[in-house]
């Protein structure tokens, strides 16, 4: 690991911001890629000067790779991730870990007995206000929490399900899902993150704007551990579309956000007030994920493959474990299940 530590990215969609990712993180090099698109790899080969490969069971041959950041098709991550486990390779999985609690659970285990570290892609978790906002409700700033309402309208042409490398979105068997499991995952994970665990859900979901599987909408109640009420809305059909929103409310302060800037933040002292809406306050954003996926940035990427470099120089578990990625996915999962079976569905009745 003199020059770094060496990295691969397999699937080069989202790859790219690994791609880029890597070559930005501290203490780490960017050995090859891997797609069995050979047009996608080629263009990744000739802008990064990396090996490339076709065949995945190859590049884990390759002695000069310590981690691999997995970011081929949902429905894939476990069993990507378990290859490189197997292989001695530690692994960078994009979101979500995987699209059921089983597989979760099986990458876990194997992850736990080959001793390699895996870090998980949620970056909304390494946004500075965040942080804050969490520091905040952990703090009791908020008091008792009673409403965590998240809400993603977003818009996805036809095109982004049809096109090229578009037929697995929105199927059940490799997306686990739409516009919950894919896009508003992110969501699920930074409520929960925020708010604490859940422990029921109430959901329905439908195809409303698309010709897909499974669904472009998604509503959802849920119940906290922490006893508090929250609601849940996600679409790939919002016209026009608009950035997530998170509301927060507790019994002694609450807060409001609208993409990456707060619109409210009435917790803690005035001067706690004062600085979270002069330093996060409305102003314009950058990105555009609402309706353009690759629009979102790679600086949370970048984080999370540096902290995963300190974590195999430490020994300590990287910030964004499996087991606390895998939370989201059983939520997702528990909607699911409450919309197919018209009941309320216990988190513990899904989880592995
Ligand atoms: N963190 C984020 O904000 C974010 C944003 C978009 C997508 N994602 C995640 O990234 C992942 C990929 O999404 P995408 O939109 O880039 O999909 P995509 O279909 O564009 O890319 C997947 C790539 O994996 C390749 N692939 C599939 N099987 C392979 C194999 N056996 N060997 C080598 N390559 C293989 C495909 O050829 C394709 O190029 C998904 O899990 C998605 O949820 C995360």
Redesign the pocket.
Known sequence: MAKGMGFAV????????HCKAVTAAKGARLVAV????TD?LSTFTNQYGCKG????TELLKDREIDAVC????????AE?GIDAARAGKHIIM???VDITPERVKKLRDVVKRTRVKCGC???SRLDNCNILLKKAIDKGKLGKLIGVHGSLPWWRAQDYYSG???K??GTWRL?GGGSL???G??TVDLLQWLAGPVKSVCGFYGVFGHTIEAEDQTVAILKYESGALGTLFTTTCAQPDRDQRLHIYGTKGSFSKLGSALEFFEAGTDADKRYMMDVFGARKSGER?SSD??A?SSD??MLIIEDLIKAVRTGRDPVITIESAGHAVEIANAIFKSAKTGREVKISDVRK
């Open positions: 397999v699937g080069l969609g989202m790859g790219g911001h891997c797609d069995i698109d996608r490969y076709t065949k995945w997995v970011a081929v098709e949902s429905g894939k991550h990507f994009e979101k979500p892609i949620f970056q090229p490398h578009g697995w979105k997306d499991m894919n896009q995952i992110h994920t996926p690759m979102v949370g990427h």
